[in-house]
C-alpha cells in the first residue's frame, strides 16, 4: 500500500525568504505526485503535478517540486514567499496499479509573517 | 472552469439524524469522489463513484452510503448522525480514470454533529 508523509505539519517563514515542505512516499509501484493548496474556507486547488516526464516541476504562484526516486521524495519550494501563500498545502500521490485513488499526506500549515 | 459546487458550506445536525450532503460538477466528469478532511489526518477517502448508479468504498466507508443517479450529482447520505462525523466534507470530480489526472473539489461542508 503507498503512504504520504509531510514531514512539517506547520512551517513559519519570513515574507521574502524560501519556502521548503517536505514530502515523502511509499510505494511499490511509480506514483502520480500532486501538490495540491486549500486557503482558508476553500477547496482544494492544484499547485503542481509529476506523471513520469520532468522530475523537477513548475507550478502555479512560482512554486516548484522535484521528484527524487532514490529518496522517495517530493519537495515542494518557492524562493520567496508571499503573504498570499498562506495555507495549508497537501502532498498527494496516486498510484495507478492501485486503482489511482489518491493518498494524501496529513497537510503542512504554512504562516507567513510579514 | 470545472465547478464543483457542494449544497451547504456549514451544517448543524443532531445525532441520529439523517443527513444528506450534495455534490454537483458541471463538467461531464465521470468521477466523483467524497472525502473528509481531518486535523493531521489530511483527506481520507470515503466513497467514489465512476459512473452513473456504479459507487465503490474508500477507505473509511463505514456509517455512509452514496447515491449517484445523474451524471453530475453525487449525494453522501449519514443514515444516522453520530458525534464522530463532525467533519469537513470534501467532494471532487476528476474526467476518466488516466495517470496522472487531477481532481477538482468543491470548497467543503463543516458538518457538526451535537
Known amino acids: 500500500a503507498q503512504s504520504v508523509t509531510q514531514l512539517d505539519s506547520h512551517v513559519s517563514v519570513s515574507e521574502g525568504t524560501p519556502v521548503l515542505l517536505r514530502c515523502n512516499y511509499s510505494?511499490?509501484?511509480?506514483?502520480?505526485l500532486f501538490w495540491y493548496v486549500q486557503h482558508p474556507n476553500k477547496g482544494l486547488q492544484l499547485l503542481l503535478k509529476?506523471?513520469?516526464?520532468?522530475?523537477l516541476v513548475k507550478g502555479i504562484n512560482g512554486f516548484e517540486a522535484e521528484f527524487k526516486k532514490s529518496e522517495t521524495s517530493f519537495h515542494l519550494t518557492k524562493p520567496s514567499a508571499h503573504m498570499s501563500d498562506a495555507a495549508e498545502y497537501f502532498c498527494?500521490?496516486?498510484?495507478?496499479?492501485?486503482?489511482?485513488?489518491?493518498?494524501f499526506g496529513g497537510g503542512t500549515r504554512v504562516l507567513v509573517k510579514p | 472552469d470545472v465547478k464543483v459546487t457542494q449544497s451547504s458550506r456549514y451544517l448543524v445536525k443532531r445525532t441520529g439524524e439523517k443527513v444528506f450532503l450534495e455534490c454537483v460538477q458541471d463538467m461531464d466528469h465521470e468521477n466523483m469522489f467524497w472525502y473528509r478532511q481531518d486535523p493531521g489526518l489530511g483527506l481520507r477517502l470515503i466513497y467514489f463513484s465512476y459512473d452513473v448508479k456504479m459507487k465503490e468504498k474508500g477507505d473509511i466507508p463505514e456509517g455512509y452510503s452514496v447515491s449517484r443517479e445523474k451524471k453530475e450529482r453525487f449525494s453522501l447520505i449519514l443514515e444516522s448522525a453520530s458525534t464522530n462525523q463532525t467533519s469537513m466534507y470534501l467532494c471532487?470530480?476528476?474526467?476518466?480514470?488516466?495517470?496522472?489526472?487531477?481532481?477538482?473539489f468543491g470548497p467543503g461542508t463543516r458538518l457538526t454533529v451535537t
Open positions: 509529476y506523471t513520469s516526464a520532468a522530475t
Open positions: 510505494s511499490s509501484y511509480s506514483p502520480s
Open positions: 471532487a470530480s476528476s474526467p476518466p480514470v488516466g495517470f496522472g489526472n487531477e481532481q477538482y
Open positions: 498527494v500521490v496516486r498510484i495507478q496499479a492501485a486503482g489511482n485513488k489518491l493518498t
